[in-house]
Protein backbone atom coordinates (compact mmCIF):
# COMPACT_ATOMS: atom_id res chain seq x y z
CA UNK A 1 0.00 0.00 0.00
CA UNK A 2 2.91 2.25 0.62
CA UNK A 3 4.08 2.44 -3.22
CA UNK A 4 1.27 2.44 -4.36
CA UNK A 5 0.57 5.95 -2.28
CA UNK A 6 3.75 7.36 -3.56
CA UNK A 7 2.29 8.71 -6.26
CA UNK A 8 4.80 10.80 -8.79
CA UNK A 9 3.24 13.92 -7.98
CA UNK A 10 4.07 13.38 -4.36
CA UNK A 11 7.07 12.27 -5.09
CA UNK A 12 8.13 15.76 -6.89
CA UNK A 13 6.60 17.46 -4.08
CA UNK A 14 9.14 15.99 -1.88
CA UNK A 15 12.38 16.76 -3.93
CA UNK A 16 10.89 20.27 -4.22
CA UNK A 17 10.74 20.47 -0.67
CA UNK A 18 14.38 19.42 -0.18
CA UNK A 19 15.85 21.43 -2.71
CA UNK A 20 14.45 24.58 -1.19
CA UNK A 21 15.83 22.99 2.02
CA UNK A 22 18.54 22.94 1.02
CA UNK A 23 18.99 26.29 -0.49
CA UNK A 24 17.55 27.68 2.51
CA UNK A 25 20.16 26.30 4.28
CA UNK A 26 23.29 27.90 2.28
CA UNK A 27 22.06 31.06 2.23
CA UNK A 28 21.41 31.18 6.26
CA UNK A 29 24.74 29.75 6.52
CA UNK A 30 26.15 32.66 3.99
CA UNK A 31 24.49 35.40 5.85
CA UNK A 32 25.51 33.80 9.39
CA UNK A 33 28.94 34.24 7.99
CA UNK A 34 28.83 37.94 6.59
CA UNK A 35 27.58 38.98 9.87
CA UNK A 36 30.87 37.43 11.70
CA UNK A 37 33.34 39.02 9.10
CA UNK A 38 31.45 42.17 9.67
CA UNK A 39 31.83 42.18 13.64
CA UNK A 40 35.07 40.98 13.99
CA UNK A 41 36.26 44.41 11.77
CA UNK A 42 34.67 46.23 14.79
CA UNK A 43 37.16 48.32 16.80
CA UNK A 44 39.96 47.25 14.17
CA UNK A 45 41.96 49.29 12.10
CA UNK A 46 40.38 48.39 8.02
CA UNK A 47 43.17 46.51 6.15
CA UNK A 48 41.87 48.50 2.66
CA UNK A 49 43.53 51.27 1.95
CA UNK A 50 40.64 53.35 1.26
CA UNK A 51 41.28 54.76 4.65
CA UNK A 52 41.88 58.15 6.29
CA UNK A 53 42.82 58.53 10.00
CA UNK A 54 42.81 61.72 11.77
CA UNK A 55 43.84 63.06 15.40
CA UNK A 56 42.01 65.28 17.59
CA UNK A 57 42.72 67.26 20.46
CA UNK A 58 40.67 68.62 22.92
CA UNK A 59 41.60 70.53 26.63
CA UNK A 60 39.68 71.98 29.38
CA UNK A 61 40.37 74.23 32.31
CA UNK A 62 38.34 73.54 35.85
CA UNK A 63 38.35 75.10 39.12
CA UNK A 64 39.84 72.28 41.44
CA UNK A 65 37.33 72.00 44.06
CA UNK A 66 39.01 69.48 46.57
CA UNK A 67 42.57 69.81 48.15
CA UNK A 68 44.12 66.32 49.39
CA UNK A 69 47.27 66.28 51.67
CA UNK A 70 48.80 63.97 53.57
CA UNK A 71 51.18 63.28 57.11
CA UNK A 72 52.32 60.14 59.21
CA UNK A 73 53.65 59.79 62.74
CA UNK A 74 56.77 57.75 63.59
CA UNK A 75 57.27 57.20 67.35
CA UNK A 76 59.59 54.47 69.23
CA UNK A 77 59.29 52.27 71.98
CA UNK A 78 60.88 49.68 74.37
CA UNK A 79 58.02 47.57 73.27
CA UNK A 80 55.17 47.80 70.69
CA UNK A 81 52.57 49.28 73.29
CA UNK A 82 54.92 52.29 74.47
CA UNK A 83 55.57 53.16 70.66
CA UNK A 84 52.08 52.57 69.43
CA UNK A 85 50.73 54.86 72.47
CA UNK A 86 53.30 57.62 71.70
CA UNK A 87 51.93 57.50 68.05
CA UNK A 88 48.42 57.51 69.32
CA UNK A 89 48.46 60.81 71.38
CA UNK A 90 49.76 62.60 68.14
CA UNK A 91 47.53 60.84 65.21
CA UNK A 92 44.68 61.45 67.52
CA UNK A 93 45.31 65.16 68.30
CA UNK A 94 45.83 65.97 64.58
CA UNK A 95 42.81 63.94 63.82
CA UNK A 96 40.64 66.05 66.46
CA UNK A 97 41.48 68.86 64.98
CA UNK A 98 40.78 68.66 61.58
CA UNK A 99 37.37 67.62 62.41
CA UNK A 100 36.79 70.59 64.58
CA UNK A 101 37.53 72.46 61.43
CA UNK A 102 34.99 70.80 59.41
CA UNK A 103 36.61 67.32 57.74
CA UNK A 104 34.34 64.76 57.88
CA UNK A 105 35.30 61.46 59.10
CA UNK A 106 34.79 60.15 55.78
CA UNK A 107 37.28 62.42 54.52
CA UNK A 108 39.94 60.96 56.79
CA UNK A 109 41.70 58.05 56.07
CA UNK A 110 44.84 55.81 57.27
CA UNK A 111 46.83 55.16 54.03
CA UNK A 112 49.74 53.14 56.14
CA UNK A 113 50.37 51.80 59.44
CA UNK A 114 53.48 49.79 60.23
CA UNK A 115 55.12 48.16 63.63
CA UNK A 116 59.18 47.12 63.10
CA UNK A 117 61.38 46.26 65.28
CA UNK A 118 64.64 48.18 66.05
CA UNK A 119 68.29 46.40 65.77
CA UNK A 120 71.84 47.66 66.90
CA UNK A 121 74.74 46.15 65.30
CA UNK A 122 78.08 45.44 67.14
CA UNK A 123 81.05 44.95 64.70
CA UNK A 124 83.81 42.59 65.24
CA UNK A 125 87.39 44.24 64.34
CA UNK A 126 88.87 42.90 61.02
CA UNK A 127 92.48 40.99 61.15
CA UNK A 128 94.81 42.52 58.78
CA UNK A 129 98.00 40.22 59.17
CA UNK A 130 101.28 42.12 57.01
CA UNK A 131 103.24 40.24 54.38
CA UNK A 132 106.96 40.29 55.03
CA UNK A 133 109.20 40.25 52.22
CA UNK A 134 112.24 38.17 52.32
CA UNK A 135 114.48 40.81 53.80
CA UNK A 136 111.88 40.87 56.77
CA UNK A 137 110.19 44.32 55.74
CA UNK A 138 106.22 44.90 55.95
CA UNK A 139 104.63 44.95 52.84
CA UNK A 140 100.77 45.66 51.81
CA UNK A 141 98.22 44.66 53.57
CA UNK A 142 96.08 41.93 52.16
CA UNK A 143 92.30 42.46 53.03
CA UNK A 144 91.02 39.91 55.11
CA UNK A 145 87.29 39.45 55.92
CA UNK A 146 85.78 40.45 59.36
CA UNK A 147 83.31 37.98 61.31
CA UNK A 148 80.08 38.71 61.23
CA UNK A 149 78.40 41.44 64.03
CA UNK A 150 75.63 40.12 66.46
CA UNK A 151 72.11 41.92 66.14
CA UNK A 152 71.00 43.33 69.39
CA UNK A 153 67.07 44.50 69.29
CA UNK A 154 66.95 48.23 70.83
CA UNK A 155 63.12 48.66 70.98
CA UNK A 156 60.36 49.52 68.05
CA UNK A 157 58.85 51.96 65.73
CA UNK A 158 55.51 52.52 64.81
CA UNK A 159 54.22 54.67 62.05
CA UNK A 160 51.07 55.43 61.05
CA UNK A 161 49.98 57.91 58.10
CA UNK A 162 46.53 59.87 57.40
CA UNK A 163 45.51 61.38 53.87
CA UNK A 164 42.95 63.92 54.33
CA UNK A 165 40.12 65.41 51.83
CA UNK A 166 39.42 69.12 52.03
CA UNK A 167 36.36 69.85 50.29
CA UNK A 168 36.21 73.79 51.31
CA UNK A 169 39.68 74.65 49.38
CA UNK A 170 39.74 78.14 50.87
CA UNK A 171 40.44 76.29 54.09
CA UNK A 172 42.94 74.34 53.41
CA UNK A 173 46.07 76.92 54.77
CA UNK A 174 44.59 77.21 58.02
CA UNK A 175 43.86 73.17 58.49
CA UNK A 176 47.28 72.27 56.86
CA UNK A 177 49.11 74.93 59.36
CA UNK A 178 47.18 73.38 62.44
CA UNK A 179 48.12 69.88 61.97
CA UNK A 180 51.83 71.04 61.14
CA UNK A 181 52.16 72.76 64.62
CA UNK A 182 50.92 69.60 66.26
CA UNK A 183 54.17 67.41 65.81
CA UNK A 184 53.53 65.26 63.16
CA UNK A 185 56.14 64.24 60.60
CA UNK A 186 56.18 64.09 56.88
CA UNK A 187 53.29 66.49 55.46
CA UNK A 188 53.50 66.45 51.98
CA UNK A 189 50.61 67.89 48.99
CA UNK A 190 49.19 70.19 49.07
CA UNK A 191 47.41 68.35 45.77
CA UNK A 192 44.24 70.61 44.75
CA UNK A 193 41.98 68.23 42.39
CA UNK A 194 38.73 67.82 41.11
CA UNK A 195 35.89 65.66 42.57
CA UNK A 196 34.28 64.78 39.13
CA UNK A 197 36.94 64.37 37.08
CA UNK A 198 35.53 61.83 34.95
CA UNK A 199 32.74 64.74 33.64
CA UNK A 200 36.06 66.88 32.90
CA UNK A 201 37.16 64.48 31.01
CA UNK A 202 34.01 63.49 29.07
CA UNK A 203 34.04 67.49 28.08
CA UNK A 204 37.45 67.37 26.84
CA UNK A 205 37.02 64.65 24.84
CA UNK A 206 33.97 65.61 23.24
CA UNK A 207 36.11 68.75 22.12
CA UNK A 208 38.38 66.41 20.80
CA UNK A 209 36.01 64.32 19.00
CA UNK A 210 35.14 67.76 17.40
CA UNK A 211 38.16 68.32 16.42
CA UNK A 212 39.27 65.50 14.28
CA UNK A 213 35.63 65.89 12.65
CA UNK A 214 36.50 68.91 11.52
CA UNK A 215 40.31 67.94 10.32
CA UNK A 216 38.59 64.93 8.76
CA UNK A 217 36.00 67.55 6.46
CA UNK A 218 39.12 69.66 5.45
CA UNK A 219 41.27 66.37 4.59
CA UNK A 220 38.29 64.66 2.72
CA UNK A 221 37.75 68.33 0.66
CA UNK A 222 41.51 68.57 -0.25
CA UNK A 223 41.96 64.81 -1.29
CA UNK A 224 38.76 65.20 -3.15
CA UNK A 225 37.41 62.21 -1.26
CA UNK A 226 33.80 61.34 0.85
CA UNK A 227 33.96 60.32 4.11
CA UNK A 228 31.92 57.28 4.87
CA UNK A 229 31.69 55.43 8.04
CA UNK A 230 34.14 55.27 11.11
CA UNK A 231 35.59 52.03 11.29
CA UNK A 232 38.01 53.04 14.45
CA UNK A 233 38.43 55.21 17.52
CA UNK A 234 41.13 55.65 20.04
CA UNK A 235 41.42 57.80 22.95
CA UNK A 236 44.99 58.45 24.82
CA UNK A 237 46.77 61.22 27.11
CA UNK A 238 43.24 62.27 29.27
CA UNK A 239 44.70 62.46 32.28
CA UNK A 240 44.89 65.79 34.56
CA UNK A 241 47.48 67.85 35.10
CA UNK A 242 47.62 68.49 38.95
CA UNK A 243 49.35 71.60 40.87
CA UNK A 244 50.94 71.19 44.54
CA UNK A 245 52.36 73.09 47.36
CA UNK A 246 55.34 71.61 49.22
CA UNK A 247 54.27 72.24 52.52
CA UNK A 248 57.79 70.20 54.38
CA UNK A 249 58.90 74.03 55.87
CA UNK A 250 55.31 74.10 57.79
CA UNK A 251 56.39 71.06 60.30
CA UNK A 252 56.59 72.50 63.95
CA UNK A 253 54.89 75.82 62.86
CA UNK A 254 52.22 76.32 65.28
CA UNK A 255 52.61 80.11 65.70
CA UNK A 256 53.26 80.33 61.81
CA UNK A 257 50.72 83.09 60.10
CA UNK A 258 48.32 81.15 57.56
CA UNK A 259 49.61 81.15 54.11
CA UNK A 260 47.32 81.98 50.85
CA UNK A 261 47.05 79.06 49.03
CA UNK A 262 45.96 80.01 45.21
CA UNK A 263 44.22 77.10 43.75
CA UNK A 264 44.34 78.18 40.31
CA UNK A 265 43.18 75.71 37.56
CA UNK A 266 43.96 71.90 36.56
CA UNK A 267 44.02 71.44 32.68
CA UNK A 268 42.29 68.50 31.88
CA UNK A 269 43.71 66.79 27.97
CA UNK A 270 42.22 64.16 25.47
CA UNK A 271 43.89 62.89 22.64
CA UNK A 272 41.53 61.12 19.97
CA UNK A 273 42.19 59.38 16.49
CA UNK A 274 39.60 58.48 14.54
CA UNK A 275 39.76 56.00 11.10
CA UNK A 276 36.92 56.80 8.95
CA UNK A 277 36.55 54.76 5.49
CA UNK A 278 36.35 56.85 2.62
CA UNK A 279 34.61 56.92 -0.96
Known sequence: ???????????????????????????????????????????????????????????????????????????????????????????????????????AEKDIKTTGYYSNPKYDYTTYPCAEPMMMNSGGSSVSNIAYPCRSGKQVLTGYEVSQSISVKVRKTDDAGAILTKVGGLGVQNISGLDFVIDNIDAVQAEARDKAIQDAKAKAQVLAKSLGVKLSKIVSFSEGGNQPIYYAMETKGMMGASAAPIPQIPTGENKVTSNVTITYEIQ
Do not use: R
Open 1 to 103: MDQISQTPEKAKLFKALFVVFVLLAVFLGAETLNAIKEYSHIGTVPTSTNAISVSGTGEVFAVPDIATFSFSVVESGKTVKEAQDKASVKINAAIDAVKKMGV
